[in-house]
Each structure stands twice: as C-alpha cells, then as structure tokens.
Nanobody, 119 residues
Framework: QVQLEESGGGLVQAGGSLRLSCVLS????????MAWFRQAPGKEREWVSV????????KYADSVQGRFAISRDNAKNTVYLQMNSLKPEDSAVYYC????????????WGQGAQVTVSS
C-alpha cells in the first residue's frame, strides 16, 4: 500500500503564491506515475500536472502552464506543486494522486488540500 498526504493549502490573494507538498509513504518503489488534480465546487475534477515519480517527464494543463511547477525531493519522498501568479479561478481542493507501474487508473489519492484565492 501507498499513502499520500498533502499539505500547504491556504488562503492567498490573487497574484500570490503557495506551495503544496505531497508526502509518499509505504511501498513507494511501486509508484511510477504521479499527478496533481483539483476540484472546485460544482465542477469536475481536473488534472493540473502529470509526471513520472522519477525522471524529467512533466506535463501541465494549459490553464496553469507557466505559473505552476513540479519539483521533487526523492530523499524525502515528497513532491511539490509551486503555484505562482494565482488567480481566483485556481481556488479548489487540490489532490495528489499516484499509480503503480502498468496501472491504467490513479490508484492512490491524498485527502486533499484547500486552496482559496481571493480577488
């Protein structure tokens, strides 16, 4: 089993920055793919960034390209989502997700971190 725990959410003014953390524990060696998703009230969950747990491949949704950035600290089993130039429409619950090698669906999810951007 793998556990994911997010932290770092909060309230920020438009134009500000936040950094979310996702700590992995358990059988992290089984994890290949990771992602950040978000879900705003009344909206479908959408992906924000998809990346390999180890390696350079990272994709960003068009809505966050150039403003959000993924980084990793493999020694701490932690991935970060740096969010800059935040907009009110970025307000959502942000989720960290992971899947093992060969899995077609996101198997493991964190509990979510609330991000609220005021105008």
């Amino acid at each position: 089993q793998v556990q994911l725990e997010e932290s770092g959410g909060g309230l920020v003014q438009a134009g500000g920055s936040l950094r979310l953390s996702c700590v992995l524990s358990g059988r992290t060696d089984r994890i290949y793919g990771m992602a950040w998703f978000r879900q705003a009230p009344g909206k479908e969950r959408e992906w924000v960034s998809v990346f390999a747990r180890i390696g350079p491949n990272i994709k960003y949704a068009d809505s966050v390209q150039g403003r959000f950035a993924i980084s990793r600290d493999n020694a701490k089993n932690t991935v970060y989502l740096q969010m800059n130039s935040l907009k009110p429409e970025d307000s959502a619950v942000y989720y960290c997700a992971a899947k093992p090698t060969g899995a077609s669906t996101w198997t493991y999810w964190g509990q979510g971190a609330q991000v609220t951007v005021s105008s």
